[in-house]
Nanobody, 116 residues
């Protein structure tokens, strides 16, 4: 599965952005979609994940502000980011984990910059 992300950009604090990530190829029903981010000088961290069964997980710092979702056939994942803060500035990476094949795919990353 190859992934292509879009939707990053520059936004003022308090604003919103929506990231998208689409998969090419067949998507297994047993999977996990997710978004990670890496800020300058920091380690990559999990932001949000969504399993094929509908379970979601968020890092504490984005709870109540970010929402992860997929389209109807699970071939794309979205990250709606509201009330953005300067500390959300990072390169965001989507990933897809095929549970049956135990294989991960990563998108190329999209830059989100939040100005104060």
């Amino acid at each position: 599965v190859q992934l292509q992300a879009s939707g990053g950009g520059l936004v003022q604090a308090g604003g919103s952005l929506r990231l998208s990530c689409a998969a090419s190829g067949t998507v297994s029903s047993l999977h996990v979609w997710g978004w990670h981010r890496q800020a300058p000088g920091k380690q990559r961290e999990l932001v949000a994940s969504l399993s094929g069964s509908g379970s979601t997980r968020y890092v504490n710092s984005v709870k109540g502000r970010f929402t992860i979702s997929t389209n109807s056939d699970n071939s794309a994942v979205y990250l709606q980011m509201n009330s953005l803060k300067p500390e959300d500035t990072a390169v965001y990476y989507c990933y897809f984990y095929d549970v049956r094949l135990t294989r991960s795919s990563w998108g190329p990353g999209t830059l989100v910059t939040v100005s104060s």
